[in-house]
């Protein structure tokens, strides 16, 4: 299986318009790859905090369109990373978006884990609640953003609900590169999946991000990782390596807490 994951650079100077329009052309140069992974909140910046609600879109809204197109187009399977979501009812989600090859909405993610400490994306969206998985011809995604990565029983849940790899987009900061290549790499071993984490370039609001893309297998190697700046980072790994490594060191099977089955969605 081929996995190309586009590091965006977001940087000031660039309309949200011309981003989506650039990336959509990333996205179909990527054909004859089975997945394509894009990173959180690129169309507005992951701490552009103050765009959240200037830049939020309908679930189908333009970013769904110019999405659905590439995926099509290019005939991917399609993680297109994460949008401001603005609810019917109001509130504002920091929403994953994944579409199949034919271009239609496999499923949505909204994520639960929101970061920012009373402040920022915390007070600004809203909790999703559900647990998401999205079955390919060759794997089950289980989907996360960002700050879930710190969380490992949202991870446990979708092993639980029949994930073999995690698909985490982010806006990661470089001040904490060092904590997400080590947690990227713990969420593989302590789940025996493949960790496929994609990150955004350049500065949002005066933040550096840490880019480093990377992508793990079952037994926590380090199968490719990107640099710093705009990327995209292409790989092929072999999803029964999933099923082999669980069977052969079978340390799933040996646990004794948190067994409670979480709901399966998507």
């Given at each position: 299986m081929r996995a190309s994951l586009i590091q965006i650079a977001v940087e000031e100077g660039e309309s949200v318009e011309s981003r989506r329009g650039r990336v959509a052309s990333l996205v179909r140069d990527q054909a004859g790859a089975d997945l394509v992974v894009l990173p959180e909140l690129w169309t507005t910046g992951a701490f552009a905090y103050e765009r959240f609600?200037?830049?939020?879109?309908?679930?189908?809204?333009?970013?769904?369109?110019?999405?659905?197109?590439?995926?099509?187009?290019?005939?991917?399977?399609?993680?297109?990373?994460?949008?401001?979501?603005?609810?019917?009812?109001?509130?504002?989600?920091?929403?994953?978006?994944?579409?199949?090859?034919?271009?239609?909405?496999?499923?949505?993610?909204?994520?639960?884990?929101?970061?920012?400490?009373?402040?920022?994306?915390?007070?600004?969206?809203?909790?999703?609640?559900?647990?998401?998985?999205?079955?390919?011809?060759?794997?089950?995604?289980?989907?996360?953003?960002?700050?879930?990565?710190?969380?490992?029983?949202?991870?446990?849940?979708?092993?639980?609900?029949?994930?073999?790899?995690?698909?985490?987009?982010a806006g990661w900061p470089e001040r904490r590169r060092s904590h997400w290549t080590l947690l990227a790499q713990a969420r593989a071993v302590e789940n025996q999946s493949f960790?496929?984490?994609?990150?955004?370039?350049?500065?949002?609001?005066?933040?550096?991000?840490?880019?480093?893309?990377?992508?793990?297998?079952?037994?926590?190697?380090?199968?490719?990782?990107?640099?710093a700046g705009e990327e995209i980072l292409t790989v092929d790994f072999d999803p029964g390596k999933v099923a082999v490594t669980r069977e052969q060191f079978p340390a799933l099977k040996d646990r004794v807490l948190g067994l409670e089955r979480p709901r399966r969605a998507g």
């Open positions: 609600a200037e830049e939020a879109e309908p679930l189908e809204g333009p970013t769904y369109e110019a999405m659905a197109k590439a995926a099509s187009d290019a005939g991917v399977w399609l993680h297109a990373g994460s949008i401001s979501e603005r609810d019917p009812d109001g509130p504002l989600y920091n929403t994953s978006l994944v579409f199949s090859p034919s271009g239609e909405l496999a499923a949505a993610y909204r994520k639960i884990h929101r970061f920012g400490f009373d402040k920022g994306e915390a007070v600004l969206m809203a909790a999703g609640s559900e647990l998401v998985t999205v079955r390919l011809p060759d794997t089950i995604l289980g989907l996360a953003t960002c700050y879930d990565l710190r969380f490992p029983e949202l991870f446990r849940g979708l092993v639980d609900a029949g994930a073999e790899t995690l698909v985490l987009p960790v496929l984490a994609c990150g955004t370039a350049g500065t949002h609001a005066g933040v550096p991000q840490a880019g480093h893309s990377i992508v793990v297998d079952p037994w926590g190697e380090v199968l490719a990782e990107a640099g």
